[in-house]
């Protein structure tokens, strides 16, 4: 029986700038990544070359990365290791169509390796449009796993509350982000992303933050415009708790969002 999808999802956009699709905004991430790490540019570069070949039509012009948002800061890798393996996720993904966004992300990877071909101009290295081929034997096995919590971050009036609602609230916050990764995996769990995968097959940490009704709605705004996968518990007041992937667990150090570290009863 095909998978049916328990969940529907629509990218909603922050009136200030485009929406962005999931797909779109992981490639983003490798390379802002690939800006600060030359090594891993270089891996980047040449593990796309053997993934992707040339087709016809052109990509985009220029690439044009999403404003430096929190959101954004937090799904930018941490290192190398965590970059590779977003990597080796991100082109499986990309070869079986399964991600949202996933020709925008062939998009923004073929206008980034353009750009890397102009500074070594050899007919074999210019690239004016991709199409995903898949390498066998990739598998992420050979990388180790980097356990990242889960971040629940709640309004500050039902932080002050805790009692069973609020710990069930948070419980079905959590699993709503991973309902909504296995929605984007097919229904296929080896399909995971990597952290996700990692998250919900071990410890299964969570990282609780409080801030302001504002504050939190701000962020929500912000994770639905990069498509971000996460999910929300509402109230009469409106959000009350926001439940963030795994994925987006980057330099919270650069983050400008105001929050208050919370203590688990």
Sequence with gaps: MPYQSPLHHGVIADPARRAWQYGETLAASLIAYAARDAAFAAHLSARLRSALTPRAD???DTYESPRAGDAFRLLVPDDSEAAARRLEWLVGRLEDGTLPGADAAID???TWLRAEAARDPAPQRIVVGVVVVAVPGVTLGRFKMKRAAMTIIVRNDRAVASDWRLIQDITDASFGVVLRAIDMAGG???KLEPEVADWFFHDRMLALYGTS???LAAI???LRSLDVV???IEDR???SIVAVSPTAAGAWQDIRWTLDPLHAA
């Design 58 to 60: 052109a990509s985009r």
């Design 108 to 110: 923004v990877l073929a």
């Design 188 to 190: 296929d769990l080896g």
């Design 213 to 215: 009704g504002r504050g």
């Design 220 to 222: 929500r705004r912000e």
């Design 230 to 232: 996460h999910a929300a």
């Design 237 to 239: 007041i409106g959000t």
